[in-house]
Structure formats: structure tokens, C-alpha cells
């Protein structure tokens, strides 16, 4: 079976099981290996990224990100091409998904030969890094409160992507932030 073959059937088989914590938008990108969950609840998006090794179906990362559709709205006036996924994404775990560590125990369960020890391991990985991440940033103004008031001003780089400054002061304005 080709490597993108067995791409595509763990890549299924992680959709089924994202379908049933909520996600329900997915996509597949052969030419960076990746596969994209989303759930969109309300006012936010969140999204599930991971990516698999060019050579074999090991994993390499999975990475939980934020995109606020109002600050993408606003955004998209000035930044009329808004298609970059740096730019979509407001928020990034910070933990950036996990250490590699993680990963390599992840990929432990592939020696078991058992496809289903595996989806469950990397399933199991998202429910411990990324839906903790999602449910502490529920809202605009959580971000705003837990990241923007809270997190020094020279750390807002680790956790917002592509234009942050434009993305911080959005939010600030959104959420009436008296900082600003």
C-alpha cells in the first residue's frame, strides 16, 4: 500500500473519532501529509492539525489552534488575500501540541501492529493537549482576559500567528480591553 494510501486510511480512521468529540469539517493535504479537523462553535473555530511523516505513517506533531471569526472579519478589510493559515489562525497552543516526546510514545503503539492502539494514542493525545486548550479559551474575551491581560507583552508572539499585533489590538477593541 502507498504511502499515501495509508495516509488516507489513518486519516478516516482519526475522522471518525474527531466526528464524535464535535469536529465536524475536515481536510486532507497529500502534498504536506497533514489532515485538518475543525469545530466551529459560536464565535470561534478550532482546529485540529497533524502531520504524518513523509516516509511511513508515523506521527510528527499535532497542534490545536484558535481562528475568531470576528477578528478574521475585520482583518480580511485590510488584508484582502486572508487564505494563509498563519493569518486565519488567531491562537496556537502554547504548549505547541506537545513535546516530542509524546509523539514518540504515540508511535510506539504502531510496533503493536494494532491500527486502533494507535487512533486511540493519537485521540487520546487530543483530549489531553488540545481540548483542555480549547475549553480554556471559550469565548473572545477569555483569550482577552487569560492571554492578553495576563501574559507579557513580549510573549504574545508564542501564542498569536501572522499579523499579531493586528490580531491583539482587534481583540483588545472587541472586548472594550481598557489597555488600549
Not at 19 to 29: I, M, Q, R, V, Y
Request: proline share 3%.
Amino acid at each position: 500500500m502507498s504511502i499515501l494510501n495509508q495516509h488516507k486510511k489513518i486519516f478516516s480512521l482519526v475522522q471518525v473519532e474527531l466526528e464524535k468529540l464535535g469536529f465536524s469539517e475536515f481536510k486532507h493535504d497529500s502534498v504536506f501529509y497533514s489532515f485538518y479537523a475543525k469545530k466551529n462553535e459560536g464565535l470561534l473555530s478550532y482546529l485540529i492539525s497533524f502531520h504524518l511523516s513523509t516516509k511511513d505513517i508515523t506521527l510528527n506533531y499535532v497542534r490545536g489552534y484558535i481562528m475568531v471569526n470576528p477578528v478574521n472579519k475585520i482583518l480580511k478589510q485590510f488584508i484582502p488575500d486572508l487564505s494563509d493559515n498563519n493569518e486565519l489562525i488567531t491562537l496556537k497552543n502554547h504548549i505547541n501540541g506537545g513535546k516530542q516526546e509524546d509523539f514518540k510514545k504515540i508511535n510506539e503503539h504502531l510496533k503493536t501492529q494494532k491500527t486502533g492502539d494507535y487512533i486511540m494514542a493519537i485521540i487520546d493525545h487530543i483530549k489531553k493537549i488540545d481540548l483542555p486548550f480549547f475549553n480554556k479559551y471559550p469565548t473572545l474575551e477569555a483569550i482577552n482576559q487569560e492571554i492578553i491581560n495576563k501574559v507579557p507583552e513580549e510573549d504574545y508572539f508564542e501564542w498569536f500567528l501572522g499579523a499579531s499585533l493586528n490580531k491583539i489590538i482587534i481583540i483588545m477593541k472587541l472586548c472594550n480591553n481598557e489597555a488600549l
